[in-house]
């Protein structure tokens, strides 16, 4: 059984290493991966720089930290995604993207610096591949029972909805110009879910069979 000592030792090491997290996750949806300096993080978390490179072995491995932080964070809304319904998933999406603005600016960092390293993998391509499948076979279930269109492509379906929450992120200066609100504002979550929910009722709407006619 450890000592008392030993498990103090224990949770002092993992409170350390959430702080490092927190801090890194603030850093990285703030500047993007390639502007983060690892002594900043340190300073600013107040670590040694070498216990950062103990925990996470690299930069890169603190930004998978993260990544694996985000994944943990929203498992249980891609497992409620992936066992409900159409309007479920909408519901489920809203409520996301009420709350998490941090981490759809550090999609969009990613995004912008995609383009100079597209030959690289992925970070932690395989589980968040997973999470957006979860969407599309939302969908795709949608097409089965006839709640959404047919002839519609699940995956690019899947892939306006995932623009539809990170945009007002990506672009908030077009946000603002258009809306006249900040991104961050409650009323933009809600404005785009609204139109999203009014567009698929509509198209639900059509793939009835229309009634006998008179």
């Known amino acids: 059984m450890p000592s008392s000592s030993t498990r103090a030792s224990s949770e002092s090491e993992n409170a350390t290493r959430e702080r490092i997290l927190d801090v890194a996750v603030e850093e990285f949806s703030s500047k993007g991966f390639g ?22 072995s690299s930069k890169s491995g603190l930004y998978d930290a993260v990544l694996d932080r985000l994944v943990d964070t929203y498992r249980p809304v891609w497992a409620a995604m992936r066992e409900g319904t159409l309007d479920d998933m909408i519901r489920l999406r809203a409520e996301q993207a009420r709350g998490s603005i941090t981490w759809r600016r550090l999609l969009a960092w990613e995004g912008l610096e995609y383009w100079a390293n597209r030959d690289n993998p992925i970070h932690r391509e395989d589980i968040r591949k997973a999470a957006y499948d979860s969407q599309r076979e939302v969908l795709e279930h949608a097409q089965q029972s006839g709640a959404f269109p047919a002839d519609v492509d699940a995956r690019f379906a899947s892939l306006l909805l995932i623009f539809a929450s990170l945009g007002p992120v990506a672009f908030p200066q077009i946000t603002k110009l258009v809306t006249g609100l900040e991104p961050d504002d409650p009323a933009v979550a809600d404005g785009v ?14 793939q009835r069979p229309s009634g006998p006619s008179q």
């Open 193 to 206: 879910d609204q139109v999203i929910a009014a567009l698929l009722a509509r198209a639900s709407e059509d």
């Open 35 to 56: 502007s983060v300096r690892i002594d900043s993080i340190a300073a600013r978390a107040n670590a040694n720089k070498q216990l950062i490179y103990y925990y996470f």
